[in-house]
């Protein structure tokens, strides 16, 4: 099973160039996150789509732009790429509406801004 | 303000000995604790979970405590395998924040055969 799928895996910019990741998941899950991990620092939260039509800023939202595209795609978009924005993203997906379950991981999209 | 900590990046130890993975939190409305582990180039591996209700939680070599007086978790490993050598995220999850999971900036763990 493909579980969560995220394009590109690897991807170079220039400052201000726009750009946006990919994320599907194939378990019907209700509930999308995107992360970002920096160098000694745990994932931090970006955007959520808790359900199909939602979407809600994290902790870091400030330059980027999320669309739940449908149940099964969540895309993360930068507007004006900065290298603040080097960093690796990984998307998640999990079925919240039954109590609690756990966040299932894509393999992550490894970004750097130059 | 980190709400998840885990205050040792790094830890080794011999096959075939416990591990004792450490997290602290400070949010007292946390109602789930993750275990996670990341291989490089992977995304995290959801690997054990416990509620606040609970205070132990097994799952095979896996065992996660909580000791809600102390706002400390810790994950024991037992017996370590080279192969658990990877970087374990702890992380919680709020009730009252649509299942956003906070998480800990990571252990390196290292299992020396």
């Known amino acids: 099973n493909a579980g969560v799928t995220q394009t590109p895996k690897f991807q170079v910019l220039k400052t201000g160039q726009s750009m946006t990741l990919q994320c599907a998941q194939d378990?019907?899950?209700?509930?999308m996150y995107w992360y970002r991990q920096d160098p000694g620092m745990g994932l931090r939260l970006i955007y959520y789509?808790?359900?199909?039509?939602?979407?809600d800023k994290g902790e870091v939202p400030n330059g980027y732009n999320v669309s739940r595209l449908n149940k099964r795609e969540f895309s993360l978009r930068l507007e004006s790429a900065a290298p603040s924005q080097t960093s690796v993203y990984f998307c998640a997906s999990s079925e919240a509406r039954t109590g609690f379950q756990p966040q299932h991981f894509g393999d992550g999209t490894r970004l750097s801004i130059l | 303000d980190q709400q998840v900590k885990q205050n040792s990046p790094s830890l080794s130890v011999q096959e075939g000995r416990i591990s004792i993975l450490n997290c602290d939190y400070t949010n007292s409305m946390f109602d789930y604790f993750l275990w996670y582990k990341k291989y490089p180039a992977e995304g995290p591996t959801f690997l054990i979970s416990?509620?606040?209700?609970?205070d132990k939680n097994e799952d095979g070599r896996f065992t996660v405590f909580l000791n809600k007086s102390a706002k400390h978790l810790s994950l024991h490993i037992v017996p370590s395998q080279p192969g658990d050598s990877a970087v374990y995220f702890c992380?919680?999850?709020?009730?009252?924040?649509?299942?956003?999971?906070?998480f800990g900036s990571g252990t390196q763990l290292t299992v020396l055969p």
């Open positions: 789509s808790a359900s199909e039509g939602t979407t």
């Open positions: 992380a919680a999850v709020s009730s009252g924040s649509a299942r956003q999971l906070t």
């Open positions: 378990m019907n899950h209700n509930s």
């Open positions: 416990i509620s606040s209700i609970k």
